[in-house]
Antibody, heavy 128, light 113 residues
Framework: QVTLRASGPALVKPTQTLTLTCTFS??????????VSWIRQPPGKALEWLAR???????HYNPSRKTRLTISKETSKKQVVLTLTNVDPGDTATYYC????????????????????WGQGTLVIVSS | QVVLTQSPSASASLGASVKITCTRT?????????IAWHQKQPEKGPRFLMR???????DKADGTPDRFSGSSSGPDHYLTISGLQSEDEADYYC?????????FGGGTRLTVL
């Protein structure tokens, strides 16, 4: 069974750096074709994609957030880490990680239009 | 730049059908874009429902009920839910990939009357 869980601080002060960890099970990010994304949802607003990391360490970022984001993976720990620098109250959101690959009969294909499954999110509030 | 536009709200009666629309603007070779649909129920994480190709062929996630279907017509993409149930009351988001970025629509809040 594939599961993902986002974790991080519940409260962060403005200008600080937010570090989020996605811990997953049921798949390996070493596997060809495997990818993991970070997405967030501010309260009362729409979903916003932030970043994706691929099995080969290729990285993709939301162009409007790129300068503040860094995504990395710790494959042996089955974790993907996202950092967001210089946070402000507009970064208050529930942050989700999700596998971004379609797997059929053991073969996986990274597919940005196959964000499944989503993990349990973590609410981060940015406030002084 | 690709933008996905959804109506903010939709409603239909229990047992009825509803069609949620997502309109894609911008980009080039528009007919080749695939669209995905996600469901966000209150107090739950989002759930991937299906991907719909530019040709209107839908590919569902395991566990997506048969009463959910997707289709496309040019820049318009549709999520149809038949035989509405109370648990279908949720926000529905369309999503696509363009210019090396994932783009979400603004979401449609579905109310089941």
């Amino acid at each position: 069974q594939v599961t993902l869980r986002a974790s991080g601080p519940a409260l962060v002060k403005p200008t600080q750096t937010l570090t989020l960890t996605c811990t997953f099970s049921g798949f390996s990010l070493n596997l060809d074709g495997m990818c993991v994304s970070w997405i967030r949802q501010p309260p009362g607003k729409a979903l916003e994609w932030l970043a994706r990391i691929d099995w080969d360490d290729d990285k993709h970022y939301n162009p409007s957030r790129k300068t503040r984001l860094t995504i990395s993976k710790e494959t042996s720990k089955k974790q993907v880490v996202l950092t967001l620098t210089n946070v402000d109250p507009g970064d208050t959101a529930t942050y989700y990680c999700a596998r971004t690959a379609r797997c059929v009969d053991g073969d996986c294909f990274c597919d940005p239009n196959w964000i499944d499954p989503w993990g349990q999110g973590t609410l981060v509030i940015v406030s002084s | 730049q690709v933008v996905l536009t959804q109506s903010p709200s939709a409603s239909a009666s229990l047992g009825a059908s509803v069609k949620i629309t997502c309109t894609r603007t911008g980009g080039h070779n528009s007919d080749s874009y695939a669209i995905a649909w996600h469901q966000k129920q209150p107090e739950k994480g989002p759930r991937f429902l299906m991907r719909v190709t530019g040709e209107g062929i839908h590919d569902k996630a395991d566990g997506t009920p048969d009463r959910f279907s997707g289709s496309s017509s040019g820049p318009d993409h549709y999520l149809t839910i038949s035989g509405l149930q109370s648990e279908d009351e949720a926000d529905y988001y369309c999503q696509t990939w363009a210019s090396d970025s994932v783009i979400f629509g603004g979401g449609t809040r579905l109310t089941v009357l």
